[in-house]
């Protein structure tokens, strides 16, 4: 295998997230997302390219002052095990510090990984009250995932509430 870099995503690799989307969306391992919300969100994504193709992805989407969120981490098959998957979560750690967080969530199945990243597990109350009351207005998927609300359970079956405190 040849080697790979780590990038910021540009518009003209939203096709190519949602291609390497679409297998684990079959799989019901990740949510679809459309095309729409994918061009939207293309400047929270970072892709890793290898020959001109990519072969993984990652997003870090702000959910308040100081807490960000990892999403739609995934990387191509056949560059499982080859440091792709750390190589993004740590750009996405740098970018998360730069934007002033110093709280990283997730949501996974992936916890081995993820531990070995130092996150860990969380339980239900993440924020103080005031935070939590302003977060359900957000209307986002992920936030409401955080919130661990009641009408996203059957999409987080399974999946495991993960926090990183950035230093």
Known sequence: MSDYAVRSARSGDVL??????EPLVDQR???GKDLAVLYGAVQEFVVAEADGELIGCGALH???EDLGEVRTLL????WLHHGVGRGIVEQLEANARALGLSRLFCL?????FFTRRGFEPIGEQVVDADVYSQLLRSGDAGV???LDLAHVKPN???????L???N
Do not use: A, Q, S, Y
Request: glycine share 6%; no cysteine.
């Open 108 to 112: 996974t199945f992936e916890t081995e």
């Open 156 to 162: 987080t079956l399974g999946n495991t509430r993960m």
């Open 29 to 31: 391992i990740l949510l």
């Open 75 to 78: 990387v191509r098959d056949d």
């Open 16 to 21: 190519g997230i949602h291609r390497l989307l």
């Open 164 to 166: 990183k405190r950035l």
């Open 144 to 146: 409401e995932e955080f």
């Open 62 to 64: 702000v959910m308040w």
